[in-house]
């Protein structure tokens, strides 16, 4: 008798789990749209603009972001470079991981010199591709992450090509790229805004560091929940400029950082910083 209704619990437990034909890794709709902080009221609309208008006009458009920058739709005096493959993208991401730009673009050439397509990096000795990759800092850890990449890849798909990608919601999206092991949020949130010219808001350490020093965030944020902040807060068309605009500052300056008592910065001329024009106590 006991035995009988064990089952039966069994059976009710697993009609009640979700019947689908493939496991779907990442956060849901509901999650994606969940502000961590639904009463901190900043950064308001007027003010992202402003703080965007202000870096804008003390640092011009970072030139390294340019060719990812979103032609205006009335702009028709330039003509758009050819755009890198999403999974170019995302193994450059992945290269810049916790090192210089200058190293990260070395290693990313490094590699593609060495190995004339994506199959070729594949089938090579892991330690030939670490080597190719060394200039770039990590190399064992992120040679292992792009050679899990491309695997997994060519199994779920069959093919070594991301540009099934552009056919996604955002939230199909960041669960096809979260299935991939050594992928974090912020490399996807980089891929988003990047390659696949969708409206994300990727927050490494320097928009983090600003985003608590003017109290866009509480002091109790972390970088997870900045992010999921941020992305609520910012609206869409100022997402991509002032998110190239705020890393390029924070490297620029440690004035505006929570560390910016411990570093001098390296390109301002005078004491003040424009962004600490807009500080606000966090809460």
């Known amino acids: ?35 961590p902080f639904p009463s901190h009221s900043r ?23 340019a060719k990812y920058r979103k032609l205006q739709p009335t702009d028709h005096t330039v003509e758009p470079e050819p755009s890198e493959t999403v999974l170019d993208g995302l193994v450059r991401t992945v290269l810049s991981q916790n090192t210089t730009d200058a190293n990260s673009q070395r ?3 490094s590699l593609k010199s060495s190995f004339p397509t994506w199959e070729h990096v594949l089938g090579a000795e892991f330690k030939d591709v670490e080597n190719a990759i060394r200039c770039g800092g990590l190399a064992p850890t992120k040679a292992s992450c792009i050679k899990n990449v491309l695997r997994c890849l060519l199994e779920r798909r069959g093919k070594l090509c991301l540009e099934y990608l552009r056919d996604l919601s955002i939230d199909e999206i960041k669960a096809e790229l979260s299935l991939f092991k050594g992928i974090g949020p912020k490399t996807v949130a980089c891929v988003l805004m990047f390659n696949l010219q969708q409206d994300d808001f990727p927050v490494d ?9 003017i109290g866009w965030v509480p002091a ?3 970088r997870n929940k900045t992010y ?17 605009l705020l890393f390029t500052h924070g490297k620029l300056c440690r004035k505006c950082t929570s560390k910016r008592g ?16 807009y500080y606000k106590e966090s809460v």
């Open 228 to 244: 999921l902040h941020l992305n609520q807060r910012i609206p869409n068309e100022l997402k991509f400029d002032l998110n190239c």
């Open 43 to 65: 950064p308001t609309p007027p003010e992202c603009q402003a703080v965007r208008d202000t870096l804008l006009a003390v640092h011009g458009f970072p030139p390294e972001f």
């Open 220 to 222: 109790v944020a972390d």
């Open 205 to 213: 350490t320097h928009i983090f560091e600003i985003a608590k020093t």
């Open 262 to 277: 411990n570093h001098q910065p390296k390109k301002c001329n005078d004491d003040s910083c424009p962004i600490l024009n």
């Open 1 to 35: 008798m006991e035995k009988s209704r064990k089952r039966k619990q069994k059976v009710e437990r697993d009609d009640k789990e979700p019947k689908s034909k493939s496991v779907r890794v990442g956060p849901s709709r509901t999650e994606n749209l969940k502000d």
């Open 107 to 109: 290693a990313f050439a």
